[in-house]
């Protein structure tokens, strides 16, 4: 469980700082992120909507835009753990980690699961485990474990803190708001904001819990000089 709390103005300043830092590298993942699936996601729509003997073809554009998407997912939160942790991410580092897309298809999957059924039991479990199952992704990522390991992880991170990650999160939503209102420009920033936000949190939270031990880095031997 987490010992020091963070607050929103830390969150949202970091991460401010970040875009001011890195500002083309961060507009330019976001534009990735939004336009890059987007061909395939339109050419699947035409052949659907063809119909005929084109629905094989509509499939295979869809799920290439699909699994676009979740490599991209999981190249985010590489590129955000790097900033959140002091290093400069490439553009390139957004298609490297290919190697977890089962292990976060399988968790999320389990996520929306976990939390359509608390939305079923009047919405407020739906709200709460959403929040505390919401660092997943992190952990595929992080600490190369399988899906039902990493939200259990998660649960273990968030506990104490999800009044503090609802308020964040309601912050954010107000903060992409603000964005869509300056000429819709504005939301590409907050969006790369907001991914920010939660690399630098589920960072936080690690850094001051037992969820994952920290090991002891190895000390090498001091060698013996021989006696002369």
């Not at 209102?181 to 037992?210: F, H, K, Q």
Request: with cysteine.
């Amino acid at each position: 469980m987490a010992t020091l709390k963070f607050t929103t103005n830390e969150a949202v300043g970091f991460s401010w700082g970040i875009v001011k830092t890195h500002f083309w590298l961060l507009v330019g993942i976001v534009l990735i992120m939004l336009f890059l699936p987007l061909p395939f996601r339109l050419i699947g729509n035409e052949f659907k909507n063809a119909g005929g003997n084109f629905a094989s073809t509509a499939f295979i554009f869809s799920l290439a835009a699909f699994v676009l998407d979740i490599i991209l997912q999981l190249g985010v939160f590489r590129v955000c753990l790097a900033f959140v942790r002091g290093s400069t991410p490439k553009v390139s580092d957004l298609f490297k980690e290919y190697n977890f897309f089962f292990k976060y298809l399988g968790a999320s999957i389990l996520y929306g699961l976990i939390v359509v059924g608390g939305l079923i039991l009047l919405i407020v479990p739906g709200v709460i485990w959403s929040i505390k199952f919401s660092m997943y992704g992190y952990f595929i990522i992080d600490k190369n474990v399988g899906p039902i390991e990493a939200l259990k992880m998660s649960a273990d991170l968030t506990a104490g803190s999800k009044g503090k990650l609802f308020l964040l999160n309601l912050t954010l939503v107000g903060i992409n708001i603000l964005g869509l209102l300056a000429l819709g420009v504005g939301v590409i920033i907050t969006a790369g904001m907001s991914l920010v936000v939660g690399a630098w949190v589920y960072n936080r939270l690690l850094n001051t819990s037992d969820v994952v031990p920290v090991p002891t880095p190895l000390v090498p031997p001091t060698p013996i000089e021989p006696v002369v």
